[in-house]
């Protein structure tokens, strides 16, 4: 008899499990509606308010045998477990996820198709300081079979006080560099104001670190139709970063190139630190290329090249590095600047290393 009574409790175990299963999920749909409707009104979606007020309610409720204690605790997990849905539905929902396109974003820029596979390389000065300056390292670019040149023409200093950049007549320059020598232009625009004039000068548009979150200037050069370079803040986590990146893309540019250059931490050996894991969860996360630029992520030419070839090896779709004619009376980035023959030396590394790391493949 014992025995057939535990069969029956039993049986009302799994039916009661099937019953709270069915109402969980039939809950965690309402709250999904929910989710909606406060993304619509721009309403933050965990409500600590409304929370307490729906364990108030339970406790009212609550007759036991459980204590108070484990109902809230029950219901609080509950309660988190609908707000991770929320927030897994919402990056589904993300026009740069992988989850809503799964094959690779590929951009030409000079006939050079960027997130194929193979590395592409962008160099170029700090900032440019004179049309001499630029077309040395131009031509050194080109000797190489190289397609693109950076260099930047407003340049956002800490200091107020040290070389803003040359604005528009530092553009001229990069232009007349693209035409003599056949290299597109990737260089930095800071500020709305700004894009119109540049528009006819450069052929990618970087957004840097200090304005990754300067939301008007990504929401205005996602409103253009060039590629965009956007690197990732100072002290951006990767979800910050891919939230810059949807802001671009959510005005029609597509076109979007993430750049990886290094965190703000603890630590004083390099500049700042190089979060090369970043390289490969970004690109599990987006369709988009993902660059390294591995001048300002250590800001010491003694590492640009293992980084480099780290960045490489695990599977970045571009390197970016600095080059000067003489990095000594650069007006910024003076110490972490490649002059021509260190940059010849960099490149020859680099080109072997690709042969051995694609023949150990």
């Known amino acids: 008899m014992s025995e057939k009574n535990l069969e029956i409790l039993r049986s009302q175990i799994d039916a009661l499990n099937l ?3 069915r109402l969980i999920n039939e809950r965690a749909e309402v709250v999904n509606e929910i989710g909606k409707i406060k993304e619509k009104q721009g309403v933050n979606r965990y409500d600590p308010l409304r929370e307490r007020h729906m364990l108030d309610l339970l406790k009212e409720h609550n007759k036991g045998p459980l204590n108070q204690m484990t109902v809230d605790y029950i219901f609080k997990q509950i309660f988190k477990t609908a707000l991770k849905q929320l927030e897994a539905d919402k990056k589904k929902e993300l026009l740069v996820s992988r989850k809503k396109k799964s094959e690779d974003t590929v951009i030409e820029i000079n006939n050079e198709k960027v997130g194929v596979g193979d590395p592409t390389f962008v160099f170029g000065p700090c900032s440019v300081e004179s049309y001499e300056q630029v077309a040395a390292v131009a031509a050194s670019i080109q000797s190489k079979g190289l397609k693109l040149i950076r260099g930047g023409a407003y340049k956002p200093r800490t200091s107020p006080y040290d070389f803003q950049g040359l604005g528009l007549e530092g553009l001229k320059i990069l232009k007349q560099i693209s035409k003599e020598y056949g290299l597109a232009v990737v260089t930095e625009i800071v500020t709305p104001t700004h894009i119109e004039e540049a528009l006819d000068y450069v052929d990618v548009i970087q957004i840097g670190a200090r304005n ?8 205005a050069v996602g409103a253009t139709n060039k590629p ?4 990732r803040g100072l002290a951006a986590t990767i979800d910050e970063f891919i939230h810059a990146a949807e802001y671009i893309m959510s005005k029609g540019n597509e076109n979007i ?3 990886e250059r290094g965190i703000r931490t603890y630590e004083k050996a390099t500049r700042n630190t190089l979060d090369i894991s970043a390289v490969p969860i970004l690109k599990q996360e987006t369709h988009l290329p993902v660059f390294v630029d591995v001048t300002h992520s250590t ?14 090896a695990i599977g970045a779709d571009g390197v970016m590095a600095e080059v000067h004619p003489d990095p000594s009376v650069a007006l910024s ?4 600047q490649m002059d021509i023959s260190q940059f010849d030396a960099f490149y020859n590394e680099i080109q072997k290393f690709m042969k051995q790391y694609e023949y150990k493949a």
């Open 333 to 336: 980035d003076s110490q972490q």
């Open 212 to 219: 990754m979150q300067n939301f008007e200037l990504l929401k």
């Open 19 to 21: 019953e709270i299963l």
């Open 299 to 312: 800001g010491r030419r003694d590492l640009l090249l293992p980084c480099a070839k780290a960045a490489i």
């Open 228 to 231: 965009v370079l956007l690197k």
């Open 257 to 259: 190139i993430l750049c």
